[in-house]
């Protein structure tokens, strides 16, 4: 009877700290500065993995969100035809730009239908340049519904484990001090390293 009383402790004891240590991977309160930001920026809070999708970029080659695994990103859902989405575009690239080398990656994904027209786009906004921003193409728009995007732009920012860590629906002034406080945050994390 006594060794039937141990074993439960121990199943009581290892259940509960694994629901403990999962609970902290997944805690709201993890880091303040995150939270803090989310809610001065009027984000939502999502906690959730990112769905993985396979699109053809700019480039021409394949791109998998799995392939960015281990760095902060930041992905954007547009079109060369949304006004809203060519209004951000300039603050998305500053952003992306001042934080490339740090850990973080822009992923905009275009619903255009044609993809000369978001190339169009592109060369007409950066004449001459090349976008720092990774460029997807999804004309079938398969994979914005896979992350509950119903209408453009909208961004969800991703943390080093692929956790979705935020939803921002509309534009945004991707230049605000709050949008560096979490992207710093987020690139610094201990809890969001690969290790």
Known sequence: MKFFHVQILLIVALVSTGGYLASKS?????????????????????????????LQGIDGKTHRLADYRGQVIFLNFWAS?????????????NLVRQYADQGMVMVAISHDQKLEDMTGFMNQFLPGERSAMTLLWDPEVGTAPRYGTELIPETYIIDRQGRIVARFV??????????????E??????SNRMF
Do not use: H
């Open 81 to 93: 035809f949304c006004e809203p989405c060519r209004e951000e575009m300039p603050s998305m690239e």
């Open 185 to 190: 945050a987020l690139i610094r994390s201990e």
């Open 170 to 183: 509309s534009a945004y002034d991707w230049t605000r001090p709050e949008v560096k406080q979490l992207i």
């Open 26 to 54: 997944w805690s709201l309160d993890e880091s303040p500065a995150v939270m803090s930001a989310i809610e001065k920026l009027g984000g939502e809070w999502v906690g959730r993995p990112a769905p993985n999708f396979e």
